[in-house]
């Protein structure tokens, strides 16, 4: 089952702006710690950000200071603010439960294209 959607990417020039929205179509997803993924082409998947239950966030260095993941969990949805964004961002980015576990599924992800 589709549980998990993404959406909001697109192309933006670098030192531009996207909001990404993932909506959790099962409310249990809110009991979750929930993380943001990213595929660039020829790379491994990476967690960028994640948010806890309680609302403490945690970031990759090579996102720091520009991306703010979010949650909202009256709507079943968490969010991340992208900022300044650069070439090396451009991925494929996903949501999901933080830490991974065997046998998870995944969306359909959402593009983000960073033109340069």
Known sequence: Q?????????????GGS???SCAMSRS???TYTMGWYRQAPGK???LVARIT??????????VKGR??????????TVYL???????????????????????IQWGQGTQVTVSS
């Open 2 to 14: 589709v549980q998990l959607v993404e959406s909001g990417g697109g192309l933006v020039q670098p």
């Open 81 to 103: 603010q992208m900022n300044s964004l650069k070439p090396e961002d451009a991925a494929v980015y996903y949501c999901n439960i933080s830490p991974l576990r065997i046998g």
């Open 67 to 76: 991306f703010t993941i979010s949650r909202d969990n009256a709507n079943n």
């Open 28 to 30: 249990f997803y809110n």
């Open 53 to 62: 239950t309680g609302g403490n966030t945690a970031y990759a260095d090579s």
């Open 18 to 20: 996207l909001r990404l």
């Open 44 to 46: 491994q998947r990476e």
